[in-house]
């Protein structure tokens, strides 16, 4: 038992150290804007494009932006006056969301053996 609350907190420290990506993740308009990008070259693309892809205005564009490119997820490179968006291969970002996903995954599985709501009769209640 000692073992499993361990695990859990060390799962609720990694989670609180990708809460930031989470949250940039998590609105709605922001996944638009990273489907956006996914779906542009990977050379990246400026806010115009992206305004007029996603239909916000430029203001809301590059206010997402800045939260995303906060939280490691994106990144921007200037050519001359011209700046460039794109899905950022911040490797440690991304490794830190990996080995938490695995680290859940890791518990969930341990604790499936125990887990009565698999059980038919669970849900017959």
Known sequence: MEQCKERLANIA?????????FTAIGDE????????LLESNCN???VGEIT???N???PAVSH???LL???GIINMRRVG???YYYMDSNKEQWMKIIKLMNHIYEVVQDFAPIDTRSDESYYSK
């Open 56 to 58: 916000l205005s430029r």
């Open 52 to 54: 007029e892809k996603t």
């Open 44 to 46: 990246g693309i400026r």
């Open 81 to 83: 006056t011209k700046n």
């Open 13 to 21: 420290t990694e989670f609180r150290q990708c809460s930031k990506v």
């Open 29 to 36: 308009t922001r996944q638009k804007i990273i489907l956006t």
């Open 64 to 66: 997402h932006l800045q």
């Open 69 to 71: 490119k906060e939280a």
